[in-house]
């Protein structure tokens, strides 16, 4: 099946730094990959859709200015944690979206990556 | 709107036994259903989807799913547990078309087996 990396796995930062993770589709191009947080023992939470060469799409009452997000290329996105706080605490997950087979992409499945631990202390 | 509900927080079954995740669904015109699993500290796997066709799914290391249109389910099944199937599990719908493209996850249903 389609594989998506994520990188890095775990950081831990201060308090005030900003924290950059990266989301790589390897075997399949993604024009559109998705944000997600999950917090210890609950769903996961969308945070932001982001598409190749434009801009993201946020949920409601996730600030675009503090997770900054980029969708370079048709295998890569970023997602940036400005001054990140201790709130910010949490396992990020990312989602590719493979289109599949039909013109229509019908068969579209989102593939997701191992995710990264962020502490910020 | 569409939402997934998965009614078990927690699912206990011996190895051996037969297992089932319930969930149910509920979305405008047709639905996208999946099913992934999550093991700890680890992204999601995914393991079936249901797009058309047989209501019967079969998917990853012996899961399967039926999706039963009149009672807007689709539960996970899998005829003999393994210990290695304790994990977290997490239905997941969307509109078979339109722009929201986005998935709606339940809440998750933590599956332990007992050996």
């Known amino acids: 099946g389609a594989v998506v990396s994520q990188h890095p796995s775990w950081v831990i930062c201060k308090s005030g730094t900003s924290v950059k993770i990266e989301c790589r589709s390897l075997d399949f191009q993604a024009t559109t990959m998705f944000w997600y947080r999950q917090f210890p023992k609950q769903s996961l939470m969308l945070m932001a859709t982001s598409n190749e060469g434009s801009k993201a799409t946020y949920e409601q009452g996730v600030e675009k200015d503090k997770f900054l997000i980029n969708h370079a290329s048709l295998t890569l ?13 949490s396992f990020y997950i990312c989602s590719a979206r493979d289109l599949g087979t039909l013109p229509s992409g019908a068969t579209d499945t989102q593939y997701f990556g191992p995710g990264t631990r962020l502490t910020v202390l | 709107a569409q939402s997934v509900a998965q009614p078990e927080d927690q699912v206990n079954v011996a190895e051996g036994n037969p297992l089932t995740v319930k969930c149910t669904y509920s979305v405008s015109g047709n639905p996208y259903l999946f099913w992934y699993v999550q093991y700890p500290n680890r992204g999601l796997q995914f393991l079936l989807k249901y797009i058309t066709g047989d209501n019967l799914v079969k998917g990853s290391y012996g899961f399967e799913a039926e999706f039963n249109k009149s009672q807007t389910s689709f539960h996970l099944k899998k005829p003999s547990a393994l210990v290695s199937d304790s994990a977290l599990y997490f239905c997941a719908v969307r509109r078979y078309s339109g722009s929201a493209r986005q998935l709606t996850f339940g809440s998750g249903t933590q599956l332990t087996v007992l050996p």
Do not use: I, Y
Request: hydrophobic share 25%.
């Open chain 1, 77 to 89: 996105s970023t997602l940036t944690v400005t001054s990140a706080h201790p709130e910010d605490s």
